[in-house]
């Protein structure tokens, strides 16, 4: 994902030093920059031709180019020991101010904060995948995240076409996890109910949630639909949801088939190569429009 974050940043005039350690990433990264530039090309998010945006990308293998960045994105595998072999690397370069963030998904940012020399200009800068072609910035403060630095990354984050979100404490799952995997565990379990198969529950969220959520939100829709009818709602509904604590048994199958969803056509749905292609190409051409709609609807929230 670190090469679709060093897109966005150029293409937001931000210039990158991309650090790729492993030699295998530095002899492919170049292509595949180019062609996720191309991309942003077409999403019509160029104003200048492609190469002068590549220019703006130093890619190497040396931390010492580190030396110049006033901010630092750590983006390599989602494991601790090799993130915190990042750090001290990363941090042997860097000025003491410069500000190291992490785009961890899932690893509490206090719990990173610990192999950093100088914990408190660390923080969570979250990006969503294809990060040139989508708004999301999720910015998270660990227990020794000075919020200064945090409020700076903020602004800044709007510089790089984002509408950024600010966590001021750090919790597992970050705000967006946390609400999807609650939205996960009541489909799983009205489908091991038997009450709705995966395709009548993705139906249903993609026609209902899907016509409102990019404009709304969930909180300014439930003062468009009406307080009232909400909380009679969360009354009568609150009792009744999952509050399952075990991994369901599909998805315990699903890990032990090894299936990869999409990436091996093996998955909650069965997948042919083309169909796989298909939904590539599709989501590809949904990002471009959904990024320019909400953009259309921005001032509507603001
Ligand atoms: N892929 C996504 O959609 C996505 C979305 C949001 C956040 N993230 C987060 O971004 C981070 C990277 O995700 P990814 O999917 O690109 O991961 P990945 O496993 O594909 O690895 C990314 C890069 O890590 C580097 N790397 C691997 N081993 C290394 C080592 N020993 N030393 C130094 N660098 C090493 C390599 O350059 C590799 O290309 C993770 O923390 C992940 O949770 C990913």
């Known amino acids: 994902m670190g090469s679709s974050i060093a897109v966005a940043l150029v293409v937001s005039e931000y210039p990158v030093i991309a650090i790729a350690?492993?030699?295998?990433?530095?002899?492919?990264?170049?292509?595949?920059?180019?062609?996720?530039?191309?991309?942003?090309?077409?999403?019509?998010?160029?104003?200048?031709?492609?190469?002068?945006?590549?220019?703006?990308?130093?890619?190497?293998?040396?931390?010492?180019?580190?030396?110049?960045c006033s901010v630092v994105i750590e983006c390599v595998t989602e494991e601790e020991d090799i993130k915190s072999t990042v750090y001290t690397e990363i941090e042997q370069r860097v000025t003491d101010s410069t500000t190291i963030g992490t785009n961890t998904s899932a690893i509490p940012i206090s719990q990173l904060q610990k192999h950093l020399k100088y914990p408190k200009r660390f923080l969570g800068i979250h990006w969503a995948e294809p990060a040139y072609a989508t708004r999301f910035?999720?910015?998270?403060?660990?227990?020794?995240?000075?919020?200064?630095?945090?409020?700076?990354?903020?602004?800044?984050?709007?510089?790089?076409?984002?509408?950024?979100?600010?966590?001021?404490?750090?919790?597992?799952?970050?705000?967006t996890n946390r609400l999807m995997?609650?939205?996960?565990?009541?489909?799983?379990?009205?489908?091991?109910?038997?009450?709705?198969?995966?395709?009548?529950?993705?139906?249903a969220f993609r026609y209902d949630v899907g016509s409102w959520i990019t404009l709304m939100g969930i909180f300014q829709r439930m003062d468009y639909r009406g307080i009232d009818a909400c909380a009679t709602a969360l009354k009568n509904l609150f009792p009744l949801l999952s509050n399952c604590?075990?991994?369901?048994?599909?998805?315990?199958?699903?890990?032990?088939?090894?299936?990869?969803?999409?990436?091996?056509?093996?998955?909650?749905y069965s997948y042919t190569e083309e169909e796989g292609h298909r939904w590539d190409k599709a989501f590809s051409q949904f990002n471009k429009d959904i990024y320019h709609l909400a953009d259309a609807y921005s001032n509507n929230s603001n």
């Open 245 to 268: 604590q075990e991994v369901p048994r599909i998805m315990k199958d699903m890990v032990e088939i090894r299936a990869k969803g999409i990436h091996n056509l093996e998955g909650l």
């Open 21 to 68: 350690p492993i030699s295998s990433d530095l002899q492919h990264a170049p292509e595949h920059i180019q062609n996720q530039l191309r991309h942003c090309q077409e999403l019509n998010l160029l104003n200048a031709p492609i190469g002068s945006y590549f220019a703006n990308i130093n890619l190497t293998e040396n931390y010492e180019e580190l030396k110049k």
């Open 181 to 203: 995997y609650a939205v996960y565990r009541e489909g799983l379990a009205l489908h091991e109910k038997g009450i709705a198969g995966l395709e009548e529950l993705d139906k």
């Open 137 to 175: 910035l999720e910015i998270t403060c660990g227990k020794q995240t000075e919020m200064d630095t945090a409020k700076r990354i903020f602004q800044i984050a709007h510089d790089w076409n984002k509408e950024p979100t600010l966590l001021r404490k750090d919790i597992r799952g970050f705000i």
